[in-house]
């Protein structure tokens, strides 16, 4: 990162950093932590100049003539992206740099939303997106994102397709869903802006929304009759919430019938990166399944209506190392006596040759609930062996997928549900019978009656044809082995020996909340990063509830007090940075005396040892008599782990330990008024400088927040256990 002062001009002064691809200019003394993110993301424009203001609504007077200096030069073309001031005033600064230049400039029309994948989305409403603007000529849309992928033009309206369905662009493409519920929609909308990232070929079409009634195979070939060729080309599609299908009809079949045209269909909602993302199942309430390996399936449309459709075919996969080396299509040597073969539903785990009904297994559609490890048991002497690999496949599989694998029979798969006998190679009522004993077969799928018998015929054993992987991954002794005594643990020391206390100390109120909190790490990647995020999550869980006083009590006191919470504390800093920060004003209210309130004003800067709770909203009613504003900047957002009952709060924060905060303004109460404490949290290497480069701005700032909380109404809904959290000014012990 360069950094200089721009030449003295008639106004303020301008700095200028380039920061990753951009040029940051900025009036105060320091860069904001948005326009750096920004400028670190935003990718290099080979026709433009990247260019993003850091400004704010204090503006000193001359600044527009002193950024103009900056770039008076005969230069390309400016991108232009603004922050913290509105979107007016972002526009208004495009057209008269552009008209004061004469340099065209491109900016997006309304506050972009940048994605995790570094994509600026500008929503196109009302002539929206990014927009060009020329000297003395009108401006002009360029598109939707950037940088444009190949397809943006075909996913750049909200497009009303019926009274119930409407299309609406997101980053990654569109989103066709019902219309009838916006609360259900607005929620899910965020998530799919965040998450899903934008890839330069492939346009993602996201059918339906959770919650919701299904949409309509209509709305999908309203949308799709509106699309060039160049967009049908692009266009893949991922089914997100229901939709109308009739019973057993796999959604790509539905839609190449409907629209009469091949469709390419993704098995799961991409997620991660544009380059390579990581595919998940979506369950029917919207949660992220299993990572499937089969990632784009062609569907053709049927010759007549009542002819058989043709299974889809496998456009691309994905292998990991760990299956080994390829020997053919879509199968790889795992040992030297099997073969993992990757399949629409799972793994399938078989010797080289291939079976009879292996057109059968391959066409089984996936269950977006269940991953399958396919035991093959065409001979019966082998399935003890496929299983023991099967098993030792899912120890090495990602944990998501690992949770929801289940062991299934090949023959259970060929005569199950799936595609019609017309359509695949074989007999479907053809019995493999074979003649062993009950020591050939040491699966959980065999009855007691059946392993009695000499002659089994291997579709009796479908009658409950599902094996769950238990979550410790090891299939056990063989029946009748004698146990084994564990080998002694080196589970640990650090934050390692931390997690273990924790995991021992809650027990079973630890393994209720881990069973629920795993489907929450794993539906949300920034939980995941580091190790054992689900303890660490679990950690935040336990804190957020009554078992966390112990901690606010050692850490506000005597942090040698308690061991076992120093050790607690440990796991919750390490869940509790993983969550989302907030940035913006947050409030407490504290019980103060006129001397405390003295002291306060007395001190420059106040320190708080441990967490420190907050709301992004006001409660309903205040326990104290003194309102606490705090200017947060790296606060972490409590809602995917608040507890349930009592101790549920709406909206809260929690500062982590060793902050500081800078006093701003200490007010007493008055007669029928509560007094006012305003604090703005110092970045980690900012001296307590008196007054700070963001005081005036931080104190503004609270205070519009507070006005804003008054004229909205808008509350916070605390539990009546957790109210006593909401109390404690930090710094003051």
Same mark, same amino acid.
């Given at each position: 990162?360069?950094?200089?002062?721009?030449?003295?001009?008639?106004?303020?002064?301008?700095?200028?950093?380039?920061?990753?691809?951009?040029?940051?200019?900025?009036?105060?003394?320091?860069?904001?932590?948005? &326009?750096?993110?920004?400028?670190?993301?935003?990718?290099?424009?080979?026709?433009?100049?990247?260019?993003?203001?850091?400004?704010?609504?204090?503006?000193?007077?001359?600044?527009?003539?002193? $950024?103009?200096?900056?770039?008076?030069?005969? %230069?390309?073309?400016?991108?232009?992206?603004?922050?913290?001031?509105?979107?007016?005033?972002?526009?208004?600064?495009?057209?008269?740099?552009?008209?004061? #230049?004469?340099?065209?400039?491109?900016?997006?029309?309304?506050?972009?939303?940048?994605?995790?994948?570094?994509?600026?989305?500008?929503?196109?409403?009302?002539?929206?997106?990014?927009?060009?603007?020329?000297?003395?000529?009108?401006?002009?849309?360029?598109?939707?994102?950037?940088?444009?992928?190949?397809?943006?033009?075909?996913?750049?309206?909200?497009?009303?397709?019926?009274?119930?369905?409407?299309?609406?662009?997101?980053?990654?493409?569109?989103?066709?869903?019902?219309?009838? /519920?916006?609360?259900?929609?607005?929620?899910?909308?965020?998530? $799919?802006?965040?998450?899903?990232?934008?890839?330069?070929?492939?346009?993602?079409?996201?059918?339906?929304?959770?919650?919701?009634?299904?949409?309509?195979?209509?709305?999908?070939?309203?949308?799709?009759?509106?699309?060039?060729?160049?967009?049908?080309?692009?266009?893949?599609?991922?089914?997100?919430?229901?939709?109308?299908?009739?019973?057993?009809?796999?959604?790509?079949?539905?839609?190449?019938?409907?629209?009469?045209?091949?469709?390419?269909?993704?098995?799961?909602?991409?997620?991660?990166?544009?380059?390579?993302?990581?595919?998940?199942?979506?369950?029917?309430?919207?949660?992220?399944?299993?990572?499937?390996?089969?990632?784009?399936?062609?569907?053709?449309?049927?010759?007549?209506?009542?002819?058989?459709?043709?299974?889809?075919?496998?456009?691309?996969?994905?292998?990991?190392?760990?299956?080994?080396?390829?020997?053919?299509? $879509?199968?790889?040597?795992?040992?030297?006596?099997?073969?993992?073969?990757?399949?629409?539903?799972?793994?399938?785990?078989?010797?080289?040759?291939?079976?009879?009904?292996?057109?059968?297994?391959?066409?089984?559609?996936?269950?977006?609930?269940?991953? !399958?490890?396919?035991?093959?048991?065409?001979?019966?002497?082998?399935?003890?062996?496929?299983?023991?690999?099967?098993?030792?496949?899912?120890?090495?599989?990602?944990? &998501?997928?690992?949770?929801?694998?289940?062991?299934?029979?090949?023959?259970?798969?060929?005569?199950?549900?799936?595609?019609?006998?017309?359509?695949?190679?074989?007999?479907?009522?053809?019995?493999?019978?074979?003649?062993?004993? !009950?020591?050939?077969?040491?699966?959980?799928?065999?009855?007691?009656?059946?392993?009695?018998?000499?002659?089994?015929?291997?579709?009796?054993?479908?009658?409950?044809?599902?094996?769950?992987?238990?979550?410790?991954?090891?299939?056990?002794?063989?029946?009748?082995?004698?146990?084994?005594?564990?080998?002694?643990?080196?589970?640990?020391?650090?934050?390692?020996?931390?997690?273990?206390?924790?995991?021992?100390?809650?027990?079973?109120?630890?393994?209720?909340?881990?069973?629920?909190?795993?489907?929450?790490?794993?539906?949300?990647?920034?939980?995941?990063?580091?190790?054992?995020?689900?303890?660490?999550?679990?950690?935040?869980?336990?804190?957020?509830?009554?078992?966390?006083?112990?901690?606010?009590?050692?850490?506000?006191? /005597?942090?040698?007090?308690?061991?076992?919470?120093? #050790?607690?504390?440990?796991?919750?800093?390490?869940?509790?940075?993983?969550?989302?920060?907030?940035?913006?004003?947050?409030?407490?209210?504290?019980?103060?005396?006129?001397?405390?309130?003295?002291?306060?004003?007395?001190?420059?800067?106040?320190?708080?040892?441990?967490?420190?709770?907050?709301?992004?909203?006001?409660?309903?009613?205040?326990?104290?008599?003194?309102?606490?504003?705090?200017?947060?900047?790296?606060?972490?957002?409590?809602?995917?782990?608040?507890?349930?009952?009592?101790?549920?709060?709406?909206? %809260?924060?929690?500062?982590?330990?060793?902050?500081?905060?800078?006093?701003?303004?200490?007010? &007493?109460?008055? %007669?029928?008024?509560?007094?006012?404490?305003?604090?703005?949290?110092?970045?980690?290497?900012?001296?307590?400088?008196?007054?700070?480069?963001?005081?005036?701005?931080?104190?503004?700032?609270?205070?519009?927040?507070?006005?804003?909380?008054?004229?909205?109404?808008?509350?916070?809904?605390?539990?009546?256990?957790?109210?006593?959290?909401?109390?404690?000014?930090?710094?003051?012990?």
């Amino acid at each position: 990162m360069r950094t200089r002062q721009a030449p003295p001009g008639p106004g303020p002064a301008v700095f200028r950093h380039t920061v990753g691809n951009a040029l940051v200019l900025h009036v105060g003394e320091r860069i904001s932590a948005a &326009a750096r993110s920004l400028a670190l993301a935003i990718a290099a424009d080979p026709d433009h100049d990247i260019v993003v203001l850091d400004l704010h609504d204090d503006l000193p007077a001359g600044v527009w003539a002193s $950024l103009a200096a900056v770039l008076n030069r005969p %230069r390309r073309g400016i991108r232009l992206v603004v922050c913290g001031v509105p979107a007016d005033t972002a526009a208004l600064a495009a057209q008269w740099l552009c008209d004061r #230049l004469r340099r065209p400039v491109v900016t997006p029309h309304g506050r972009p939303i940048r994605t995790a994948s570094g994509t600026l989305f500008a929503v196109a409403a009302s002539g929206g997106g990014w927009v060009r603007y020329r000297p003395r000529r009108q401006p002009v849309r360029e598109s939707t994102r950037y940088p444009a992928p190949a397809w943006d033009t075909a996913a750049a309206r909200f497009t009303p397709t019926s009274a119930t369905g409407a299309v609406e662009p997101i980053p990654a493409g569109v989103w066709i869903r019902d219309s009838r /519920d916006p609360g259900v929609v607005g929620s899910r909308w965020p998530w $799919l802006a965040a998450a899903v990232p934008c890839q330069p070929e492939a346009m993602t079409v996201v059918l339906g929304c959770p919650g919701t009634p299904p949409l309509a195979v209509d709305d999908v070939a309203r949308f799709w009759r509106g699309l060039d060729p160049d967009g049908r080309r692009h266009a893949r599609f991922v089914q997100y919430g229901p939709v109308q299908s009739s019973a057993g009809e796999l959604l790509g079949q539905r839609l190449a019938d409907v629209l009469a045209s091949p469709v390419v269909c993704l098995t799961g909602i991409p997620v991660g990166r544009p380059d390579r993302p990581e595919l998940r199942t979506v369950t029917a309430d919207g949660r992220l399944g299993w990572q499937p390996l089969v990632r784009e399936l062609a569907f053709t449309p049927r010759a007549a209506p009542a002819a058989a459709a043709v299974p889809p075919r496998i456009l691309s996969h994905q292998a990991p190392a760990l299956l080994g080396d390829p020997v053919g299509p $879509l199968t790889y040597r795992y040992a030297r006596d099997a073969v993992v073969e990757i399949v629409q539903s799972g793994l399938w785990i078989r010797a080289a040759g291939t079976p009879r009904h292996a057109v059968r297994v391959r066409a089984h559609p996936a269950d977006p609930d269940r991953h !399958a490890l396919i035991v093959d048991d065409t001979f019966p002497a082998r399935v003890r062996r496929f299983r023991e690999l099967a098993e030792d496949l899912a120890a090495r599989l990602d944990p &998501a997928t690992r949770a929801r694998s289940v062991l299934r029979l090949a023959s259970a798969v060929a005569t199950g549900p799936g595609w019609p006998a017309g359509d695949v190679d074989g007999d479907p009522d053809d019995a493999l019978t074979y003649r062993f004993t !009950a020591a050939d077969l040491a699966l959980d799928e065999v009855a007691p009656d059946d392993l009695a018998r000499d002659d089994v015929t291997l579709g009796a054993l479908a009658r409950d044809d599902v094996v769950r992987v238990a979550p410790s991954l090891g299939a056990g002794p063989p029946a009748g082995a004698a146990p084994t005594r564990p080998p002694a643990p080196a589970p640990p020391d650090g934050l390692d020996a931390a997690r273990a206390w924790l995991r021992q100390r809650f027990g079973t109120e630890f393994d209720t909340a881990a069973s629920a909190i795993s489907r929450l790490v794993a539906e949300h990647p920034p939980l995941r990063d580091g190790d054992e995020p689900v303890t660490d999550a679990v950690a935040v869980r336990l804190y957020l509830s009554a078992a966390g006083r112990a901690v606010d009590r050692a850490l506000r006191s /005597d942090p040698d007090a308690d061991d076992g919470a120093l #050790l607690f504390a440990r796991c919750v800093l390490a869940g509790a940075g993983r969550l989302p920060a907030h940035r913006g004003a947050t409030w407490l209210s504290a019980d103060l005396s006129a001397a405390e309130l003295r002291g306060i004003a007395a001190r420059r800067v106040l320190t708080e040892p441990g967490f420190t709770h907050a709301l992004t909203e006001p409660p309903v009613t205040a326990a104290g008599n003194v309102d606490v504003l705090l200017w947060s900047m790296t606060a972490r957002l409590t809602r995917l782990l608040e507890p349930v009952g009592e101790q549920h709060v709406d909206h %809260r924060v929690i500062f982590l330990p060793g902050v500081r905060f800078v006093v701003l303004e200490v007010t &007493a109460p008055g %007669r029928d008024r509560p007094g006012r404490v305003l604090l703005r949290e110092l970045a980690a290497d900012e001296p307590a400088r008196h007054p700070g480069p963001f005081d005036a701005l931080a104190s503004t700032s609270l205070l519009r927040s507070l006005d804003r909380w008054t004229a909205t109404g808008r509350r916070s809904r605390v539990g009546p256990a957790a109210a006593a959290r909401f109390t404690r000014l930090p710094g003051l012990v």
